[in-house]
């Protein structure tokens, strides 16, 4: 059965487009409904939801790159705040998409997998007790990326506090203090911005060790977290 809070969580933390625009009133209906989410949370994702419907559309794809494609430290792929651009995230993504080919799900997106609207949009298909699991294992990064988005005023900061309780578990305060520790990215360094793109490119070759764990058995390993590196090509 479709849990639809995550489904509505994993479109609001997507690539702003018209069609999420307008989908947006149905959005704030289902995340207002669930009793799993504190009412205050509740009310800062109608408030979220209310404001994107309203806004210029350019104006929100320009807020969204800002935020998480230019600011590493707000990066919605997760294995980047684990491997940063090492080939160990190769071979963790390559067991991160056979894990979601035996769930029977085939994200159609040209996203990596690690990216958090992706994991989520295959979690909404999953029994709720390995959701909870894999939330908890990545709450300590949850949390964090919550903590920047409150430093920014960035409504977002609500959707990252909904998947804090919808895990029922309480992030590792020596781990997200670790990743705090990371002074904030400035969005508008371009030449920090070039630096990152000659970074080498993190290859995703057939790995002779990867299996195919559950999600949450590699997320579980995300208890020291490294400097990110910039990713998305948008």
Same mark, same amino acid.
């Given at each position: ?39 205050? *949370? ?160 993190? *290859? ?31």
């Amino acid at each position: 059965m479709l849990d639809r809070s995550l489904k509505a969580l994993s479109l609001i933390l997507s690539y702003p487009s018209r069609e999420l625009q307008e989908a947006m009133p149905e959005i704030g209906t289902i995340l207002g409904s669930d009793p799993r989410i504190a009412t205050d *949370t509740r009310a800062a994702l109608r408030s979220l939801t209310d404001g994107f419907a309203d806004a210029d559309l350019y104006d929100l794809q320009e807020s969204y790159v800002m935020l998480f494609d230019r600011s590493r430290t707000l990066s919605l792929n997760l294995f980047e705040h684990v491997h940063g651009e090492s080939r160990d995230r190769g071979g963790a993504m390559v067991s991160l998409i056979e894990t979601y080919r035996a769930g029977g799900f085939e994200p159609a997106t040209t996203e990596l997998p690690d990216h958090l609207p992706v994991l989520l949009e295959f979690l909404s298909t999953r029994p709720f007790a390995e959701v909870q699991e894999t939330l908890a294992d990545a709450a300590h990064i949850l949390d964090a990326l919550a903590a920047r988005l409150v430093r920014r005023d960035s409504g977002y900061a609500a959707a990252f506090a909904a998947l804090l309780q919808l895990s029922g578990d309480k992030a590792d305060a020596e781990a997200v203090a670790d990743m705090l520790a990371q002074p904030d990215d400035d969005p508008t360094d371009l030449a920090a911005l070039d630096a990152v793109w000659e970074e080498t490119e993190v *290859t995703f070759g057939p790995d002779p060790n990867a299996g195919c764990p559950q999600v949450r058995d590699m997320l579980a390993a995300m208890d020291k977290p490294t400097p990110q590196q910039l990713n998305r090509s948008a």
